[in-house]
C-alpha cells in the first residue's frame, strides 16, 4: 500500500462513518422535535451513538494503519465510550441548551457527525504508528486542504521537501474538519556520493 492507497482509504472510511453518524444524528434531533424522544433521552442518544462510532472510527484506523505498517493488528490499546462519557456529556449539554434556539443545529450536528469519527481515526494511526515502533508521521493532505492543513505539512522544514516529521509521541495536529491523514515516514539512507 502506498501513502496516497492509505490516504485514500482513510477518506473513505471515516467519510462513510460520518455520514451515517450525521444521518442518525439528524434523525436523533427530529425525534425530539417530534415529541419521541425526551431531552434526557436525545443527550444519551448523542453520548452512545458518538461515543460508539468514533469506536468503529479506532478500531478501523488500527487495522489500517497495522496494514500499512505490513504487520499484524496488535490491538492497540483504544479509547472506550466509557471513557469519553464525560466529553461527549459536555458536547450534549452544550447542544441541548441550543436545541429550542439555533436554526442551524442540523448544520451543527453534520458537522460533529463527521467531525468526531475523523479525529478519533486521525489520533488512532498516530496511537497505532507508535505501538508499532514508527517514530514519525508525516502529514498527508486531503483533496482541497486548507491553508493552515497546507502549511502543517511544513515541506520547507524538511530537507527533501517532503513535509516535516511529527513525532508519534505527540498528537496529529488538526481543526473541526480536517481530513488529512497521518502516515508513517520513512527515512531514506544516504551514501557518501
Same mark, same amino acid.
Given at each position: 500500500?502506498?501513502?496516497?492507497?492509505?490516504?485514500?482509504?482513510?477518506?473513505?472510511?471515516?467519510?462513510?462513518?460520518?455520514?451515517?453518524?450525521?444521518?442518525?444524528?439528524?434523525?436523533?434531533?427530529?425525534?425530539?422535535?417530534?415529541?419521541?424522544?425526551?431531552?434526557?433521552?436525545?443527550?444519551?442518544?448523542?453520548?452512545?451513538?458518538?461515543?460508539?462510532? #468514533? =469506536?468503529? *472510527?479506532?478500531?478501523?484506523?488500527? +487495522? %489500517?494503519?497495522?496494514?500499512? $505498517?505490513?504487520?499484524?493488528?496488535? /490491538?492497540?490499546?483504544?479509547?472506550?465510550?466509557?471513557?469519553?462519557?464525560?466529553?461527549?456529556?459536555?458536547?450534549?449539554?452544550?447542544?441541548?441548551?441550543?436545541?429550542?434556539?439555533?436554526?442551524?443545529?442540523?448544520?451543527?450536528?453534520?458537522?460533529?457527525?463527521?467531525?468526531?469519527?475523523?479525529?478519533?481515526?486521525?489520533?488512532?494511526?498516530?496511537?497505532?504508528?507508535?505501538?508499532?515502533?514508527?517514530?514519525?508521521?508525516?502529514?498527508?493532505? #486531503? =483533496?482541497? *486542504?486548507?491553508?493552515?492543513?497546507? +502549511? %502543517?505539512?511544513?515541506?520547507? $522544514?524538511?530537507?527533501?521537501?517532503? /513535509?516535516?516529521?511529527?513525532?508519534?509521541?505527540?498528537?496529529?495536529?488538526?481543526?473541526?474538519?480536517?481530513?488529512?491523514?497521518?502516515?508513517?515516514?520513512?527515512?531514506?539512507?544516504?551514501?557518501?556520493?
Amino acid at each position: 500500500m502506498t501513502p496516497d492507497e492509505l490516504a485514500e482509504q482513510f477518506e473513505l472510511y471515516v467519510d462513510q462513518l460520518g455520514d451515517k453518524l450525521s444521518v442518525a444524528l439528524i434523525a436523533a434531533y427530529e425525534q425530539w422535535r417530534a415529541g419521541t424522544l425526551t431531552t434526557a433521552e436525545f443527550e444519551q442518544v448523542f453520548i452512545q451513538m458518538v461515543g460508539t462510532m #468514533n =469506536a468503529y *472510527a479506532r478500531t478501523g484506523a488500527d +487495522w %489500517l494503519g497495522s496494514i500499512y $505498517l505490513a504487520s499484524t493488528p496488535k /490491538g492497540t490499546t483504544l479509547v472506550t465510550v466509557a471513557s469519553e462519557t464525560a466529553r461527549l456529556a459536555d458536547a450534549a449539554a452544550t447542544l441541548v441548551a441550543l436545541l429550542d434556539t439555533a436554526d442551524d443545529l442540523k448544520t451543527q450536528l453534520d458537522r460533529i457527525g463527521h467531525n468526531e469519527p475523523t479525529e478519533a481515526a486521525q489520533q488512532q494511526l498516530v496511537h497505532t504508528y507508535r505501538g508499532h515502533g514508527a517514530h514519525g508521521y508525516r502529514r498527508r493532505l #486531503n =483533496a482541497g *486542504a486548507c491553508e493552515l492543513c497546507t +502549511w %502543517l505539512v511544513k515541506a520547507h $522544514l524538511d530537507p527533501e521537501g517532503i /513535509g516535516y516529521v511529527y513525532p508519534t509521541g505527540k498528537s496529529f495536529h488538526r481543526h473541526t474538519g480536517c481530513r488529512c491523514t497521518p502516515v508513517p515516514a520513512t527515512r531514506i539512507e544516504r551514501t557518501a556520493a
